[in-house]
């Protein structure tokens, strides 16, 4: 069997090593040694000041909208997973969706400014599938209109964007380290900031807004994470190069072979490298994916629809929106599975498949 994705697993023993030293140590979660010395390792190899290692990276998004004081209208994606806009609505602003770009499938940052109002406080934008948003404008309309800026980087973890970590970008990045992610730490998440102010907020926001022995200077609530999580992201921590050279082998094949799809594969930002944290293919219609997926199946491939349906469609808690490329390109988007255990004789079947049902004329297009 293929899932569309399968976590890294770091050698067991070089996992209980670090569990050994928490047994001795008896500390088990609240800034301990491990949680501390993953924070230093991941700002020296994402070459970054400052970061915070968080529960998960949908408690990172809270608290950084929670952080900037964000009241009113939040432009975002509708095309992201759900987390990024139910986190908008848990901190209760109003997300305001704003159009997919068709090549990028990040927010269209030409229609962004229409949709501002008296209203809008900030942009919460997602780098999709570790794919760079088009930065430098998003900066230049927050700047005009005052408005503050929080990148969902879940998928985008060691992106650079102009030669640096894509995490040091807008006023608060956030990151994922969910299992299903290109690196993991089990559970857990990441918060950047290059402002020292709003980091010493938000690091009194992870921890209840303790601020010393019987003392609160902050709003809080538990954002932190424990020694076991920090010793698997300890473990894997020496092998996210090893595990983004196999996926971009995979990926190089998947290109190769997909020459002829049906379809497209979304466009890289210039300024940037891919993570190969994902293989999303856009196929020419929504019946050659269903038969696309339903004949691996057969073949017990499993591949995902992520992300369908567009969140502007789909939140029982917030009115329906159509928008014309989140709507169309969300039916017709589906990630192949890519993992590190992946062979590429076994993406080589799956290609084949998918040749096979899309020339196959009743299907193709
Ligand atoms: C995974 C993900 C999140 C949430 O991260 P968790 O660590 O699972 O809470 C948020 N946004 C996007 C785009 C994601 O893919």
């Not at 929504?286 to 038969?291: A, K, R």
């Not at 992946?342 to 899309?358: A, F, K, Y």
């Amino acid at each position: 069997m293929i899932q569309v994705t399968r976590p890294f697993l770091p050698p067991a023993d070089e996992y209980k090593s670090y569990i050994d030293e928490i047994w001795k140590r008896q500390w088990l979660t609240n800034m301990g040694p491990l949680s501390s010395e993953l924070e230093m390792q991941l700002k020296e190899f994402l070459g970054i000041d400052h970061l915070l290692f968080t529960t998960n990276g949908t408690i990172a998004l809270q608290i950084a909208i929670k952080a900037l004081e964000l009241k009113g209208e939040i432009i975002t994606t509708p095309f992201s997973f759900v987390a990024t806009t139910s986190s908008i609505v848990w901190e209760g602003c109003q997300p305001v969706f704003v159009d997919i770009d068709k090549e990028s499938l990040n927010i269209d940052v030409n229609k962004i400014e229409e949709a501002i109002t008296a209203n809008t406080c900030a942009i919460l934008a997602t780098h999709v599938y570790g794919n760079p948003c088009e930065i430098d404008k998003i900066d230049k309309i927050a700047k005009k209109y005052s408005l503050k800026v929080i990148y969902d980087a879940a998928h985008a973890f060691s992106v650079e964007y102009n030669g640096k970590s894509i995490l040091t970008y807008g006023d608060i990045s956030i990151c994922s380290l969910h299992a299903t992610k290109l690196y993991h730490s089990t559970e857990g998440g990441l918060i950047v900031t290059t402002d020292p102010l709003l980091l010493k907020k938000i690091s009194l926001m992870r921890n209840f807004g303790i601020s010393g022995f019987n003392e609160f200077g902050e709003l809080g609530i538990n954002g932190k994470n424990s020694e076991f999580h920090a010793a698997m992201g300890l473990a894997n921590l020496k092998y996210v190069s090893a595990i983004i050279e196999k996926r971009k082998s995979l990926t190089d094949r998947y290109i190769l072979n997909l020459k002829n799809l049906n379809g497209y594969m979304p466009l890289w930002n210039e300024y940037s490298a891919p993570n190969y944290a994902y293989f999303p293919i856009i196929l020419d219609s929504e019946e050659l994916l269903l038969h696309i997926m339903s004949e691996l199946e057969k073949n017990q491939i499993f591949t995902r629809r992520y992300f369908y349906p567009s969140l502007a469609t789909a939140l029982p808690y917030l009115e329906n929106k159509s928008l014309p490329n989140a709507d169309t390109i969300s039916k017709r988007v589906l990630c192949l599975p890519l993992y590190y255990d992946l062979s590429l004789e076994e993406v080589n079947l799956i290609t084949r498949i998918i040749l096979r049902v899309q020339n196959n004329n009743k299907w193709s297009s």
